[in-house]
């Protein structure tokens, strides 16, 4: 089937299975290998990316369903090493990572969250990230380095 | 007084960050060879049976489907599976890399599908007809030593895999008849899936021009896969390279090595192509070995002042199909560490390793360590229940005193150094426990479950020495540094130690920097690759920095002191009268001084002939530990449970933890903090389960219970030091440490949340489901 997407802002036309995966499509065809697999099952978080904005778990959806739409991958978060994100920047200040395996989906999942509520609670953030596991950190530093991003962005307005 | 600030003990933020945070890091998956292929596996839907026919035409027929491999294909060209500590003749097991005509797990590998790409070999893996007779199959340990059980292995007598016998001491006996009590235990530490977040992966690349094997693999331990795919294969080690790239989380189920990193290297060799595979969830939690699996059946002598006199009983450790790489050792630490931070006067418990048909189990985070903590913790709790003590005040009289280290235990093991009473006394305060035990009180007047718990506890960390280590492992227990300054002063360090997460690359640039005062940042650490890396052992058992940190620094001090040499000669001034100041060599008395990049600089042009000394400024090292560590601590933490529901809330946690000199803070806290929701998933959620006929029933994330953001409050770290004499850093590991105190603890607190309502014992983990029912049944 034909596609043809946005993806970190470049144009894509493909022609893919109708079954092949977003996540797939966007490891193996476009070799952005940022998004991880982590459960194949919706659980994990691992595959999350941005879909016209919204934080979506890019391991049950089909690559054909993002047809006419953005997406945003871990990769088209920041332009180079100089301009992170800040909460790239927080994941960074607050060792919000360890192996670094959930760290893109995390960080896709929480900027998503910043960008609805800029000031959110711990309890907020907890919540917000229950559908990302990360088995190394504990989440307590991931809780810390979203703080941290909101912080900047108090600064910032 | 040195110049530059020291890195060491600061909060140094980690260099491995920014290629992670911005999804720009390769794992073993991302990575892409021209005309690569792609495996997938067939594997076992059955617990136990003989394979009657294996059918793959249908698959074979698929345009695109490059070779489907049996067991048959194998045959007489390659070993059993890697293992390094294998059970004595008899109850030892044969491990092909596929089913070689039986199959004991749901989940083994029968066939291997090789494809053009991902789909493709999944799709064309279903096609392959597989016909099973089912024979009975035995899943629980406890029934698997039944005389009359199903055998896994038909040639063998029992089910039993190492049996190390109790000593029978008549010391326990002894004792016992002397008790003013004794409290009976059987406990459950359930299977646990380690569940790194990356799944397992290979990649293999034979080239036939120079007739190498490039093997990627997620492991913990790039130079042991290395030895064994040679053992293996037959494939000459100087003829292989494993590379360790980004690997995502191992908690030691990347310890050992697998039947699918031999089988890849043996598809790509037959077929002149790369090949890779990478595990889906599902083949990750019935085929990455588990961890836990105990039956504690344990007796403890007490006196009615709390003492704990001796303890015995059996430890059943449940190995699975077939002894895994560390297998059935696993369980000789539990009794080991059963006396945990107090002195019994005699231990006399035996450990059965028994074989059942499921994925076999090998290290997990703690690896027998915390199976002992548990029980001996649930000891202390008992006691106290028994003698109507506080069970911190029983801990407290148990405690083996301070100044008694070195200390010997009765189970042999020599505790380095330790201060129990300054853990706990730091941790009551902090937790505020006499507070916290009035607003108990309080809340159980209102009929609210509120429960306290403690844990204080020790771990064995920093192996080494090399006397514990197999044989067949071919290397010891120690570890490999190599410092390299280039002419520039810039430095590049290879460790043997291959971390995954643990943050080694700034922790080793920590050291350099400080040593020859450069910057962090001029500093690179090289590791997982055995072409880059002099011999190595690997990253697991809390050794990274304990072991792998101390060969690092004994090569710095090698190279300062080739380097002081040098400056000395440059500076016409004797070595004895140079020393470094932590930024240039200085001579003694007078205002002649080298920068270090200036030694670094001369050391490489060698115009000048220096006596006895050779161009260049590099050394490897490699550090023998003569002992291992015994970080320690103190935890506390407070739940309370909704009675109708039987649903837990944790209110509190406060972790009070020793592991002696801390390199970096921040990455120590992180540690800590995985390392106590990982050991809390165990006490509240987690568990591997598996149906009476062998059937894993937790093989997806929605089936096997993780534990998630919202399930925990803020933890409060706080610590003691107590460094230890064996490193000449003082560190004494931290990986393991709040696994194994958070189990207890959360336990602790879940049954004195209950006991007023008659709940005396519940085994993990403790589920709403699971606490509702007890609360039910003691009801009536
Ligand atoms: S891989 Fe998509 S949620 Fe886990
Ligand atoms: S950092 Fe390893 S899973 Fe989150």
Known sequence: MKLSLTVNGKAQERDVEPRMLLVHFLRETLGLTGTHVGCETTICGACTVHLDGRAVKSCTIFAVQADGRAVTTIEGLASDADHLHPVQKGFWEEHGLQCGYCTPGMIMTTAALLESNPDPSEREIRHAIDGNICRCTGYQQIVNAVQHAAQVGKGRR | MPVRPVSVGERIKRRE???????????????????????????????????????????????GVVAVYTFEDLRGTVGRTPCVARPEAGRDAEHPLLADGRVRWVGQPIAVVVAEDRYLARDAALDVAVEISPTPAVVDPRAALAPDAPRVYADHADNIALHVPATGGPEVQKLFAEADGVVRLELLNQRLAPVSMEGRAVLAHWDEGPQRLTLWTSTQVPHLVKQSVAQ???????????????????????????????????????????????????????GTTHGR???????????????????????????????????????????????????????DVEVVCVYTNTMATDAYRGAGRPEAAYTVERVMDEIAAATGLDPVEVRRRNFIPKDAFPFTTATGAIYDSGDYE???????????????????????????????????????????????????????????????????????????????????????????????????????????????????????????????????????????????????????????QVHFDGESFRVAQSDRKLGFRQVAEAAHLWNVPIPGEEPGLEAVARFEPTGTTFPFGTHFCEVEIDADTGELELIRYVAVDDAGRIVNPLLADGQRLGGIVQGLGQALCEEVVYDESGQLLTATLLDYALPKAQMFPRIELDSTCTPTQLNPLGAKGIGELGTIGSTPCLVSAALDALRPRGVTHLDMPMKPERIWRALQEAAR
């Open chain 2, 232 to 286: 293996c294969l037959g494939i000459a080690e100087i003829r292989i390279r494993v590379i360790a790239p980004e690997v995502g989380g191992g908690f030691g189920a990347k310890i050992p090595v697998y039947a699918e990193e031999c089988l890849l290297p043996w598809i790509s060799r037959k077929l002149r192509r790369p090949v890779k595979w990478s595990e889906t969830r599902t083949e990750n939690l019935l």
């Open chain 2, 17 to 63: 960050d920014p290629r992670l945070i911005r999804g720009l890091a390769s794992y073993t998956d991302d990575l892409k060879l021209h005309g690569g292929l792609y495996a997938s596996f067939v594997r076992s839907d059955y617990a136990a049976g003989r394979i009657e026919r294996i059918e793959a035409s249908r698959a074979l027929s698929r345009p």
């Open chain 2, 422 to 576: 300054l853990a706990l006394a730091k941790a009551l305060e902090r937790f505020d426990y006499a507070g916290a035990r009035a607003r108990q009180a309080k809340a159980r007047a209102e009929g609210r479950l509120v429960g306290i718990g403690v844990a204080t506890f020790t771990e064995i960390c920093g192996l080494g020495p090399s006397t514990g280590a197999s044989p067949i492992q071919r290397t010891g227990s120690w570890e490999s540094g190599v410092v390299r300054v280039e002419p520039t002063g810039n430095v590049v360090i290879t460790t043997g130690v291959s971390p995954h997460g643990q943050g080694q690359e700034t922790a080793f640039a920590q050291l350099a920097a400080d040593a020859f005062g450069i910057d962090v940042n001029d500093v690179e650490v090289l590791h997982g690759d055995t072409d880059v890396v002099t011999h190595g052992v690997g990253t697991f058992g809390s050794r990274g920095l304990v072991v792998g940190g101390t060969a690092v620094h004994m090569a710095l001090e090698k190279v300062l002191a080739k380097a002081s040499r040098i400056a000395a000669h440059l500076l016409d001034a004797k070595p004895e």
């Open chain 2, 293 to 347: 699996g105990h039956v504690h059946e344990i007796e403890a002598a007490y006196r009615k002042n709390g003492e704990l006199l001796a303890l015995r009983g059996r430890v059943i450790s449940d190995v699975g199909a077939y002894p895994s790489f560390f297998g059935a050792s696993i369980a000789t630490f539990t009794p080991l560490m059963m006396p945990g931070c107090y002195h019994p006067k005699a231990i």
